[in-house]
Nanobody
């Protein structure tokens, strides 16, 4: 399995970004796929996940602002991030069981 994360960038507070995690390999499925983030000096944080049952879970810090979704046909999971805050600045990683994407940097700054 390989995961390719993309979509990060620089955005102003209040702005939006959509991250993508494209999976490949015979054993890949969009369920369960999770998004994590890491900020220097802090532990890795689970941001959002599509569970094996297909439901979506979110960290309290992003509820109501972030939406995780998946496209089976494209083997891709998305993380729509709205109302971004400076504290959302981090490297975002997608995860599928033991496999990790390479990370995409999100910077929220004016």
């Amino acid at each position: 399995v390989q995961l390719q994360a993309s979509g990060g960038g620089l955005v102003q507070p209040g702005g939006s970004l959509r991250l993508s995690c494209a999976g490949s390999g015979d054993n890949f499925s969009i369920k369960p796929v999770s998004w994590y983030r890491r900020t220097p000096g802090k532990q890795r944080e689970l941001v959002a996940a599509i569970t094996r049952g297909g439901s979506a879970d979110y960290a309290d810090s992003v509820k109501g602002r972030f939406t995780i979704s998946g496209d089976n046909a494209k083997n891709t999971v998305y993380l729509q991030m709205n109302s971004l805050k400076p504290e959302d600045t981090a490297i975002y990683y997608c995860n599928y069981y033991i496999w990790w994407g390479q990370g995409t940097l999100v910077t929220v700054s004016s």
